[in-house]
């Protein structure tokens, strides 16, 4: 998932700015449109990078006035300005990240290169303002004394702390190393990315006639219809080495220098390492508390992928086949042991599970049921390319409470993967509903085809709908701590918790059906799909528990450390960590990890698997208290889904699910214990 948090930055160093924009550009000015929606129709590609520069010399000024105020500090004219500031910046960032994204092109690309690094230098002025960072240090001293409600209690200790971490206590010599790193690292990102879109677009392998694209994973969904061994292991050495083919999209060195400036910045600002660093505002916390976390989970997924691998090779060795099993042989065998142990094949199952009845009859299902919420499809507002579809979300009173974008489909011009984000944020100070989008890559029939899906795209779709309940239901005040702007190990919680509705017997019944019969799915059906389930999940766990290893060990790296290997550093990782499973590669290779390099994840992937922990319980309380109800939805809402990043995480859950996280659950789900 992509990143939600609010930015508030300021330009207090010199970086090119353009002349301020003419009328024209209809990012100048708030849209008009119903909750602020971007006029899409109206903006060129030539209209963001003139609109975003603007928006920061503009920020530049109000950031300006807040710092040199004569006015003693307060909450209000401190923070609370703070918080009004940069919304022609927002404006146009927001409406930019989702095309560069989802429908780029040379134009989008280069601008994206070129604004990465003014963001960093605009990031850092604000947090690098001795001016600023008095005054909210002022404010933060006199905290005990302030008769401020919850929420803006933890909005001045949320910019105190930025401030601290992102280098507001430096010398004047550090806080000048810190701002050439902060803009080599914005370059070296904007970069990778670039690299790994066009290595991934060039790695699409063409079968008789058909060309196959690659998805931003390691495996590849067409690997389980390949009966051809040999194109299978082509595909999947295609994905394998996408950014390593020694050409303009070879990624290696771009990673191996960012690993390192990330470890001297983490030095710099008075960390072992940068995973240090980066978990200080995290439900885990410690990169010691996350290595304990996953170390509990390796040798109970070992166990279990060792058993699945068992079973898929005495599948090949029954098909009279001669050869050991493979990484690109796993999936294409692993439907076959499917089919022969639970009588489960995959064509039988996608005819029930056709997008529009997915969409409207599970997801909105399922979210009326639990909270009473409604919606309207409206074909009035314009969008970023013709398959995108909106609706417009009403509350369980009636009342408007978001817009919502759907972007279903696989494109080139898109970002690999499934992502949330906003156009709008939601807060009562600033007076905005939020305006929500869902991101996937369902592969596109031709015209006049039904839109079948797999169980995974149903999956996918449900979690990234649980993260826009998690925005449609923010209720705070500032925009920095509403809706989705919370740590990584907790923002996945509320995405992965909605996974569990797919597969629930009253929304199940309410949307599977034949799309040429309409007949429901056979309860038979069913049952065989249940059962086969888990057979799997080694496998699955094996590959994250790879990445997240992966990730973790980059980012321990002590800033005197030698630039390394990215070859030998992933192999080594993996064996030291005991995640180099038999036969599961890591979901991510290094070369092409966009979450960890691009997307705000370094250090953090492992909040998936924390955050499944958490989304596991609570689904295990649900189905305690009766499962789908109203009453359990509004529960949720009231106590995880508006809160934002309103208060501390263990609190939040514990108010939530009456005790501390356990993983019982989770191992039990998953299928890794009785």
């Not at 990465?116 to 002025?125: F, K, R, S, V």
Request: proline share 6%; glycine share 6%; no cysteine.
């Amino acid at each position: 998932m992509r990143s939600v948090a609010v930015i508030i930055a300021a330009l207090a160093i010199a970086v090119p700015i353009a002349a301020p924009s003419a009328p024209e550009n209809p990012l100048m000015q708030p849209s008009t449109l119903p909750f602020g929606a971007p006029p899409f129709d109206k903006i060129s590609d030539a209209d963001y990078q003139p609109a975003i520069e603007a928006g920061m010399a503009q920020q530049l000024k109000e950031i300006d006035a807040i710092a040199n105020s004569p006015a003693k500090p307060t909450f209000e004219n401190t923070l609370v300005a703070m918080e009004r500031s940069g919304q022609l910046l927002q404006r146009a960032r927001q409406a930019f990240n989702v095309v560069v994204q989802t429908d780029s092109d040379p134009v989008l690309l280069q601008t994206r290169k070129t604004i990465a690094p003014e963001m960093a230098a605009h990031q850092d002025a604000i947090y690098l303002n001795e001016k600023l960072f008095a005054r909210v240090q002022a404010v933060y001293s006199q905290l005990p004394h302030l008769k401020l409600d919850h929420e803006s209690r933890q909005l001045v200790k949320k910019y105190y702390q930025r401030f601290v971490h992102a280098g507001a206590k430096l010398s004047a010599n550090d806080r000048t190393k810190l701002r050439e790193i902060n803009q080599q690292l914005a370059k070296l990102g904007a970069t990778f990315q670039q690299k790994v879109l066009a290595g991934t677009a060039d790695g699409a392998l063409d079968v008789d006639g058909k060309r196959i694209a690659l998805q931003n994973t390691t495996q590849q969904p067409a690997l389980a219809d390949l009966s051809n061994r040999a194109t299978r292991e082509q595909l999947f050495e295609n994905s394998w080495n996408r950014n390593e083919k020694g050409d303009a999209n070879d990624t290696r060195e771009t990673i191996e220098t960012m690993a390192q400036l990330r470890a001297q910045k983490a030095k710099l600002l008075g960390y072992p390492n940068y995973a240090a660093y980066a978990l200080v505002d995290e439900m885990a916390q410690t990169p010691a508390a996350v290595q304990k976390f996953l170390a509990g989970l390796i040798e109970p997924t070992r166990k279990k992928a060792a058993l699945e691998a068992d079973e898929i090779q005495a599948q090949i060795d029954k098909d009279g086949q001669h050869f050991t099993l493979q990484p690109w042989d796993w999936m294409y065998y692993a439907q076959q042991v499917q089919k022969a142990k639970y009588n489960v094949d995959q064509n039988e199952v996608r005819p029930y599970f056709e997008l529009n009845d997915v969409l409207q009859n599970g997801l909105f299902y399922a979210a009326n049921q639990l909270y009473g919420i409604t919606f309207k499809e409206r074909h009035d507002i314009p969008v970023w390319h013709p398959d995108v579809r909106v609706f417009e979300v009403y509350d369980k009173d009636g009342s408007p409470l978001a817009l919502m974008y759907f972007d279903f489909f696989k494109r080139d011009s898109k970002a690999g993967g499934a992502w949330m984000s906003t156009l709008v944020d939601q807060s009562t100070l600033l007076g905005t509903k939020p305006v929500v989008y869902n991101v996937e890559n369902i592969p596109k029939p031709p015209a006049g085809q039904p839109v079948l899906l797999t169980l995974d795209n149903v999956g996918g779709m449900f979690h990234e709908f649980g993260h826009a309940l998690n925005g449609f239901f923010s209720a705070g005040k500032y925009p920095t701590l509403s809706g989705t702007a919370s740590a990584r190990d907790f923002v996945e919680f509320p995405s992965q918790f909605n996974e569990h509705w797919a597969l629930y017997p009253k929304v199940l019944r309410h949307y599977a059906f034949d799309y040429r019969t309409h007949k429901p799915m056979p309860q038979a059906l069913i049952d065989k799909m249940e059962k086969a389930a888990k057979f799997g999940e080694g496998y699955s766990m094996g590959e994250s528990l790879a990445a997240d290893e992966l990730d973790m060990a980059w980012h321990t790296l002590p800033a005197g450390a030698p630039k390394q290997d990215a070859d030998a550093f992933e192999t080594h990782a993996l064996q030291a960590s005991h995640t180099d499973f038999r036969d599961v590669p890591p979901r991510y290779r290094s070369t092409y990890f966009s979450h960890i390099w691009a997307s705000g994840y370094a250090a953090g992937y492992y909040a998936y698997m924390w955050s499944e922990m958490l989304d596991d319980d609570t689904y295990q309380w649900f189905i305690a208290h009766g499962g789908l109800t109203r009453a359990n939805g509004q529960r949720f809402r009231d106590l995880i889904l508006s809160r934002g990043d309103s208060e501390d995480y263990g609190p939040m859950f514990r108010a939530f699910y009456g005790q501390n996280p356990d993983v019982g659950p989770l191992l039990r789900y998953r299928g890794l214990t009785p």
